[in-house]
């Protein structure tokens, strides 16, 4: 069993270090969050945080500011409020993790497959960044407006596309920007067998995989850059605040049903 934790950048192929040397954009201003959902606490190497090694060198080299998480190291209480020791939990480090992902332009969240499905952790993630849907921007918009999102997903079965699926619905559900290409993932043979990082995997030299990594880690950024420089979605047509001062005022926020 891998026991290390990851605090390296990928030696990227000479087509991705083209590309970042090339660059004509200043992304120095964004700040990306990784959200590992692994079932794997730390030490312990995760397969899932090895592929997005590529996604985070091609960041760091265009100097984006970037913060890892793995979510199963904290205490996370279940529910959809936004903090959770408000209504009955002793312990909840929610709070502390959204103000980080609040702070971000551009959230990836990594998955693992299991049963064809992303880990229990990610769908608490799902649930408690639902939890914040209620929350506003100065314009008035949903909170996540103008942040961008994107997946990673690893596995030994089939499933990536599915759970990629599943992802970037809820994101742009709760107001996150998908780009094109925002998902990438790597998928070992069936049954038994090497993940990503193990020897003789074929996983970092797969040739689709990285294509699909470097395209999503390169969208982000763009799409990141252009809502900044715009100030955002354009607030018209989509004021939670306005609509609720208007015809619908008297409607129960429907984010805790």
Known sequence: MLIYKMNFLMELNKKQQEMCSTSQWDFSDLKAVFINTTLKRSPEASHTEGLWQISKTILEKNKVKIEEIRLVDYKIAFGVWGDMTEHGWDVDDWPMIYNKVKEADILIIGTAIWLGEKTSVCTQLI?????????????????????????????????????????????????YVIPPQADAGWLGEAGPGPSYLDEGSGGPENDFTNRNTTFMT???????????????????????????????????????R
């Not at 008035?140 to 407006?145: E, K, N």
């Open 127 to 175: 649930e408690r960044l639902y939890a914040n849907s209620h929350l506003l921007n100065e314009q008035g918009q949903y909170a996540d407006y103008g942040k961008v999102g994107g997946c990673l997903v690893t596995g030994n079965e089939d499933g990536a596309k599915h759970c990629a699926m599943n992802i970037l619905y809820s994101l742009q559900h709760l107001g």
């Open 218 to 256: 390169w969208n982000l950024m763009h799409m990141a850059r252009m809502l900044k420089d715009a100030g955002g979605i354009p607030a018209h047509g989509n004021q939670r605040a306005k609509w609720d001062a208007g015809c619908r005022f008297d409607f129960d926020n429907p984010a805790y």
